[in-house]
């Protein structure tokens, strides 16, 4: 899964656990369920973090070592904002 598809299924995630509000009042039901469940969105959310670094670094290690070489001597260089 890419970055961008965790991105749209956390909040769905995190929206499904958040609190049940029945008639105005707030549902303490499944306190457990919902805690859990927001702690497996955290987890999914470390585990694409992960992910995507570990994937850039795998394919792209050419083009972040180009961006480091031209931003390491002038970080507002012209050089420096293409390698971005």
């Known amino acids: 899964m890419t970055g961008a598809r965790y991105t749209l299924i956390v909040p769905a995630l995190l929206a499904l656990?958040?609190?049940v509000f029945a008639n105005g009042h707030r549902t303490l039901k499944d306190?457990?369920?919902l805690s859990d469940?927001?702690?497996?969105?955290r987890d999914c959310v470390d585990a694409a973090?992960?992910?995507a670094r570990s994937c850039a670094q795998a394919t792209c290690?050419?083009?972040l070592a180009a961006a480091d070489a031209a931003c390491t001597s002038d970080p507002r260089?012209?050089?420096c904002t293409t390698a971005r």
Do not use: K, W
């Open 37 to 41: 469940c927001r702690q497996h969105a």
């Open 77 to 79: 260089s012209d050089a």
């Open 49 to 51: 973090r992960t992910a």
């Open 17 to 19: 656990a958040s609190p």
């Open 61 to 63: 290690s050419t083009e």
């Open 31 to 33: 306190r457990p369920c």
